[in-house]
């Protein structure tokens, strides 16, 4: 499965970025999905997930509130609404597919889509 994601950009604080991710028209509802970023010098982290075959979702505390994702294109898409976005949210931002653990770390997640940076100024 190629991953595909698109919508990054530079925005002011307080602003909004809607990301999306697609997969060539596959379905992707077969996998958990999930959102991570990577800001400079710092782990890749959790950022979003939606499990597959239902519409559990769950987010990162630091988040939550401001970010919304959702299965979209008749489960072929993905995408992050973030709103109210802040300096700390500027990061590299990664789709995935696979199967989401408990913690929410990054194993477990197959398939990876190169990024798109999000960089927000404040």
């Known amino acids: 499965v190629q991953l595909q994601a698109s919508g990054g950009g530079l925005v002011e604080t307080g602003g909004y970025l809607r990301l999306s991710c697609s997969a060539s028209g596959r379905t992707l509802g077969f996998y958990d999905m999930g959102w991570f970023r990577q800001a400079d010098g710092k782990e890749r982290e959790f950022v979003a997930g939606i499990l597959r075959g239902g519409n559990a979702k769950f987010y990162a505390d630091s988040v939550k509130g401001r970010f919304a994702m959702a299965r979209a294109n008749a489960n072929t898409a993905v995408t992050l609404q973030m709103d109210r976005l802040k300096p700390e949210d500027t990061a590299v931002y990664y789709c995935?597919?696979?199967?989401?653990?408990?913690?929410?770390?990054?194993?477990?997640?197959?398939?990876w889509g190169k990024g798109t940076l999000v960089t927000v100024s404040s």
């Open positions: 995935a597919a696979g199967r989401l653990s408990a913690t929410r770390s990054t194993d477990g997640m197959e398939y």
